[in-house]
């Protein structure tokens, strides 16, 4: 019984196209909440969007500290790499505490120039 030939898979290298830091912004939230930000100018030739989350400053809004039940930050780029958006959770034992804050990611470009 002969194997059935093998494909070869070729993959070609993607060049670095840039970077676009994305800020968001959480006001008055409670339980878990997504900002959902274009991405000004994606550059031509634009085949993969990565993102990173870079910073992020959180915090219940009446300036008082409890314990957290659960705290998640998510950060995504959309099929199209035309937004990117940031999912924060910060859930309590009541899950009715109002919070605020900021985080910043960074979306890297590769493709064909």
């Known amino acids: 019984m002969t194997q059935p030939a093998a494909k070869q ?3 070609e290298a993607l ?3 840039g970077t676009f ?8 939230v409670k339980g878990s ?6 991405i000004q100018n994606p550059p031509a030739g634009l085949q993969v969007a990565t993102i990173a989350l ?9 300036g008082k500290q409890f314990g957290y039940g659960k705290f998640q930050v998510d950060v995504s780029v959309d099929p199209n790499r035309r937004n990117a958006s940031c999912r924060v959770t910060l ?7 109002v919070w605020d804050g900021t ?10 120039p």
């Open 9 to 11: 898979l070729t993959q």
């Open 15 to 17: 060049s670095f196209l």
């Open 21 to 28: 830091e994305v800020p968001f912004t959480f006001q008055n």
């Open 33 to 38: 909440h997504t900002d959902t930000q274009p």
């Open 54 to 62: 870079q910073a992020f400053n959180i915090e219940y809004a009446n």
């Open 91 to 97: 859930k309590d034992d009541t899950d009715n505490r």
């Open 103 to 112: 985080a910043r990611a960074l979306v890297t470009f590769f493709g064909k």
